[in-house]
Structure formats: C-alpha cells, structure tokens
C-alpha cells in the first residue's frame, strides 16, 4: 500500500520545473489502455492454444488412453454438446458464489470495523480470529451438512465461513494502519466516530481491504465447489463428481475448465470494482508511468 | 484569537517497565497573536506538548489555558499541522483543504475561494485539481498549510511542519509560512528540531531539555518583523541561534 507520506524521488525544484499536467497524461495513456488490453488478450490466447498443444501432445506421446486424460479435442466436443447442462451448472456455483460473498465481505467489512471501533471487541475477538485462521474451514463442512441439512443454504454457509476470514482479516490489517498523526488530524477537525471511518479510515485501508476481497472471492470459489462435493444436488462441483463416478474424465475435465473461466471472472469482477472504488491509484500510476 | 496558558503541566506514560515521565512542571504564557517556537532534543516531549495544547492527547498533570478556559477535549477552533503532509490520496488538492470546512460541517461554497486564494499564496494555484501523488514532498507540506489555515483557526499549532523536507525547500516553506502569519498575525506555536527556524519565524524560542522535558530558557527575538531572508546574516541573528545552540553542547 502506498502510503500518503510517501516522498517522492525527485526534488521540489525538478518537479516543478517539469509540472507535467495531469489530465493530458491520463489520456494520452486511455489511448495506449486499448492496444495494451489487446496485447493482453492475444498474450493470454497465445497461453491457452500452448497449453491445449502441450496437452495434445502428452496423450499422444505417452500413448494415455482416453479414460485417463482424454485429448484436448474430445474435452471441448464434450463441453459443446453438453453446453446447456454445463451452463446450468455453472450459473448454480455462480449464483452460490455471488451470494456467499456478498454476505461474507458485509460481515468481514462489518467485523473489521467494530474491531478498529472498540478496544474491547478487538481484545475479545482478534485473537480468536487469528487463531480460527489456522482451522481447514473445508473440514467443517460434513459437519455442517450434519447441523443445516442438504441443499444450497448449506453450501452459501460454507462459502460464507471460508470468505469471511480473508476480509475481515485484511480489513481490520488495513484500518490498524492508519497512521496515528491522520487520526488526530481527523479529531482536530472535528471528526469522530462514523464520520472518521467514512472520510478517512475506510477510503485509506481501501487497498487492504480489495486484498482481502480478491482472497476471499477466490477462496469462495473453493468453498462452493467443496459445498457440492459434500452436499450438492447440481452445481460444477456435483457435475465433476458424477462424471468422475461414472468415469466419464472427459466430462469432469469440462467442469474444471468452466470453475476456471468461472474464477477467472469472479476476480476480475473484484478487480474492476476496486479500479472504480479507488480512481486516484489509476490516474496516479499513470503518471509514475510515464513521468 | 486567543492567548494560551501552560501552568505546572507533566505528561507520564505508563509502559511495562513502569511510569517514564515525558514532561515536567512546564509552565509558559503566549499572548494574543504572539508567534512562539518550542525547540529541544528528540523524545522531550515537545511534540505531546503540542498535542495537549489541541486535547488530541490528554495531559497527566497541571492545566492548559485558552483564553482562560482549561482545555477539557478537543479544540476544533484551531488548526493543527503534522510532520507528515497527511494529505488524502483520493483527494484532489482543492479537496483536500476544504477537509477541513466539510469536517466541520460548514458550507464549502462560503470557503472555496479563501481555499484557491491560500493555495496561490503559496503558488499552488495551478495544482488546486491535481492529486497529492503527482506532487513533491514541499508541495504536498503547502498545502497541508492552506489547509490548516482555510477555517481561519484561532490558533496554529505546528507540529515540525518541515521536518520530512530537504533543506532547499524547507528554507522556501519556512519564508512562506512567515509571510502567511504577517497578514493575519495568528497565535502560533511551532514545534521544531531547527533553531535558525525558530529564531527566524518566533517572538520568543522556549528552549527545552531532554527527557524528562523541562523548560531551560524563553528567549525573546527582538528583531521586526517582516524578517527578510537577509535576516539570517545579521550578526543579531547568528548571535540568537549561537546561544540557543550552547544548551544542546554536551
């Protein structure tokens, strides 16, 4: 995290002498955004197509048979003809996702906040959460399937309880870094309570709190998938158990591919909402970029 | 304005080997509009001093005065300036002045152009909507100092302002700062490591001892203000900073 006292490498007078204004910079760099998200692209087209080669190739050098590792080809011919099922699936796991950690972030942010609120809450609870850390929170989900019963509420508590951590972890991290100077600046002025978390604690451990957020809907993923394993009726997680228990691999090499496009998004959706939430890191790389 | 107070005042922290005691039995008066620097070695308490002066810090022993008012809790009236600019990142530069009326709950379009006149005091006009990334460490400390000034505070209370600053530019802070009290002759009081600062900008220097923090001399600067930056050469002027400076030989 980039603290605001940062100092800069150059001098008051070269600086000046320099004053590069801000806004020109910011858009000549949206131009130059367009064909780098394009290299980008190809780049990571480029990885794909390696990989499905380097697989090819494995299966027919090492002569596998299909029930093993069946070929590239065979997986994506699957994927298509299953399209609609895979789909359904996938929109299970998503919505799970979704909702498990939106409820997580709401009660990590939440917990986060009392903590760095209260002296008392933070002694009662920290330490607690420090050690709960180190529980396998997916070792406790047969035993939730025990206490919640089967089905997809018992799946959105998982992915609750494994997101929750990563954020309200990250999350109190970050509002313990406020510098001690900041808060009294905030006192001098007058602002207290609420008003010193919204105007100058929250928007500063901002970077903190995204880390923990890309953890946690990472880890969230992880938690739905587990959930289906133990419990699920549908979902990606039940698509790969099924299809491996009737040893169809091809089929559960098709459910792994849509987890990873399925996380892939997830992450880049929490990416874009901290490039929105924090504007001033974007323009202010922009110029470190090209100063 | 206002007139400030130190009667007896001791601050003692508590930590795990016992009791240590910051400061000692200070006592000090600063009138009405009078500039007073506090100067003494790292750790004497100084900056608490400061700090207890705002209530942001509670004081262990005697009381604090404004305007015959001991100071009970915070003193929102006044302004205070860190070592560290502790501007807001997400902020813009305008924006980050006018923290302080929004903080304060009072109409920002009544403040606005006090805010854009006090940055072009300091000749940050041009910066008002760039963000303190894209700015020095010497323009970021300006326009922490607009931004101490813009609710026209009672009191200024400066916290080593300058201390993060390389030399060059401190001298150019320090000119500016002198200029800005002039015109509106505030009570202030800086904390700070430079003598010839203190010298140049104050009434009167409190020189203060090691832990535990007592006062060892007040020293009234008697030369007029406006003090130019020729100030420093005259032979009055190296004579104050000389003997300030012989309380810090060991």
New interface residues.
């Given amino acids: 995290m ?1 603290a ?2 940062q ?2 490498p ?4 070269a ?2 002498s320099v004053g ?3 806004r020109p910079t910011f858009r000549a760099r949206a131009g130059h955004g367009a064909s780098a998200f394009l290299r980008r692209a190809a780049k990571i087209l480029a990885i794909v197509v390696v990989l499905l080669l380097l697989w090819k190739l494995v299966t027919v050098v090492f002569g596998i048979r299909d029930f093993l590792l069946p070929p590239p080809e065979q997986v994506l011919e699957e994927m298509w003809a299953n399209a609609a099922v895979l789909w359904g699936h996938t929109l299970v796991t998503a919505q799970e996702v979704v909702v498990g950690f939106l409820i997580a972030a709401v009660l990590g942010l939440g917990c986060a906040i009392l903590m760095t609120a209260s002296q008392l809450v933070a002694r009662l609870f920290y330490p607690a959460l420090v050690i709960s850390q180190a529980i396998p929170k997916v070792a406790i989900a047969p035993l939730l399937v025990v206490w919640l019963g089967f089905g997809q509420p018992t799946i959105i508590t998982i992915v609750v309880i494994i997101a929750f951590f990563p954020v309200a972890v990250s999350g109190a991290g970050g509002l313990r870094e406020v ?1 001690r ?2 808060v ?8 207290r309570g609420a ?1 010193l978390f919204r ?2 604690m929250i ?2 451990a901002l970077g903190a709190i995204f880390s923990g957020l890309k953890v946690g809907m990472t880890l969230a993923l992880i938690g739905a998938v587990v959930g289906e394993f133990v419990t699920g009726q549908s979902g990606l997680g039940y698509y790969i158990q099924s299809s491996s228990s009737a040893f169809n691999v091809a089929q559960s090499f098709g459910g792994i591919i849509a987890i990873v496009v399925l996380g892939l998004v997830a992450f880049k959706l929490v990416e874009l909402a901290e490039s929105l939430a ?1 504007p ?1 890191r974007r ?2 790389s922009a ?2 970029a090209s100063a | 304005m206002a007139s400030l107070a130190f009667r007896s005042v001791g601050k003692t922290y508590r930590i795990q080997s016992g009791p240590v005691q910051a400061l000692q039995d200070v006592s000090f008066d600063i009138a009405d509009g009078e500039f007073v620097s506090i100067v003494g070695p790292s750790g004497c308490g100084k900056s608490t001093l400061l700090k207890m002066c705002a209530g942001l810090v509670p004081r262990s022993d005697g009381d604090i005065l404004v305007d015959d008012r001991s100071v009970t809790g915070v003193q929102t009236q006044m302004g205070v300036a860190f070592q560290d600019s502790l501007l807001l990142e997400w902020r813009s530069v305008l924006r980050n002045v006018l923290l302080q009326i929004e903080s304060r709950k009072l109409r920002i379009e009544d403040y606005e152009q006090r805010a854009r006149d006090l940055l072009e005091t300091v000749g940050m006009e041009s910066f008002a909507d760039a963000y303190p990334g894209q700015l020095s460490g010497g323009m970021k400390q300006r326009v922490a100092l607009c931004r101490t000034l813009v609710h026209d505070p009672s009191v200024l209370l400066l916290d080593e302002p300058f201390g993060a600053l390389d030399a060059m530019t401190r001298d150019q802070l320090v000119l500016d700062l002198g200029k800005m009290w002039l015109e509106t002759r505030k009570t202030a009081v800086l904390v700070t490591h430079s003598i010839s600062e203190a010298v140049f900008l104050s009434d009167r220097v409190v020189v203060m001892s090691g832990r535990p923090g007592t006062i060892l001399d007040i020293v009234s600067i008697d030369i007029p203000h406006p003090r130019g930056i020729a100030v420093r050469e005259s032979p009055q002027f190296v004579e104050y900073v000389t003997s300030i400076g012989r309380y810090f030989q060991s």
């Fill in positions: 980039t605001v006292q100092p800069t150059m001098s008051d007078a600086q000046e590069v204004p801000a510098p100077d900041l009294m600046l905030g006192n001098s002025m007058g602002l008003r105007k100058i928007p500063y924090m001033w323009e202010h110029f470190t």
